[in-house]
């Protein structure tokens, strides 16, 4: 008669293992003999190794005990449905492969392709980490809430790179990021805001803003997250406002 420790060790498993299949009712639990300990036999071994086996194979162990009393015919149909669904999780854990090869960067994290093409076209302007990252936290936000928007809006932050003042005005940002502090510097970037602003509001640019962000509890969401992001933008919404306009993620020309 075998202790616990070689009825593991002669069926490959450990002693845990093997407690954990009593609790579970893969394998019987022997009485205690006069001295008070459990002793296995030969068939508690054989039954041990068929579930390791049958564990090893990939057969969840609730099923185990189904295929261990299971005559030929029910056998092969259960192993045929295990192996089914051990194929769905290949497929599965090749398509989390594949994902994870895709992201290459912390860019990729939970943003759409359009996004990130924007965010290393912006990069490439030259406009510092610093501000690449908060940007790409605040895309995060929106391509979350209005994922159907997103190509639409990324063709126009694409288009608007075309234009050297919006490059000058990520280049001003990225020094106040150094350096916020900087009133002179504060109010050459709100002087250059609120003449895209007037661009934007000429070109019906401003006008489309609510086709692309409709929802205001989201909008204040967003201006939260900016004015939390930086102590500068909260001066910067100052300077804007002296200069006629109101809000941040959406842009509104104040009434006189």
């Not at 609730?62 to 015919?73: F, T």
């Not at 912006?122 to 190509?151: H, K």
């Not at 940002?173 to 895209?196: V, Y």
């Amino acid at each position: 008669m075998l202790t616990i420790g070689q009825l593991a060790s002669y069926a490959g498993v450990t002693i845990r293992a093997v407690r954990h299949y009593h609790q579970i009712g893969l394998l019987l639990e022997p009485e205690r003999d006069a001295s008070g300990y459990r002793t296995y036999d030969a068939v508690a071994v054989v039954r041990l190794i068929r579930i390791r086996t049958l564990a090893e194979a990939g057969v969840p162990l609730a099923r185990v005990r189904e295929l261990l009393d299971a005559d030929p015919e029910t056998f092969a149909a259960a192993t045929t449905e295990v192996d089914r669904h051990l194929r769905a999780q290949i497929r599965a854990l090749q398509e989390h492969r594949r994902r994870i090869a895709q992201l290459g960067s912390g860019d990729s994290l939970a943003l759409p392709e359009e996004v990130v093409d924007y965010l290393n076209r912006l990069r490439a302007t030259g406009a510092p980490e610093a501000v690449i990252d908060l940007e790409r936290d605040a895309w995060i936000l929106m391509a979350a809430r209005w994922p159907e928007a997103i190509p639409a809006i990324m063709a126009d932050k694409v288009a608007q790179l075309a234009n050297p003042n919006i490059v000058r005005l990520y280049q001003l940002i990225g020094r106040i990021a150094e350096n916020w502090e900087d009133e002179e510097l504060l109010r050459e970037t709100a002087d250059l805001m609120s003449e895209l602003f007037e661009q934007a509001t000429v070109s019906g640019e401003l006008d489309r803003q609510d086709e692309h962000m409709p929802d205001a509890a989201f909008i204040h969401l967003m201006d939260s997250f900016a004015d939390g992001a930086h102590p500068a933008v909260a001066r910067l919404r100052e300077l804007i406002a002296e200069r006629g306009w109101t809000g941040w993620t959406r842009v509104e020309k104040r009434e006189p």
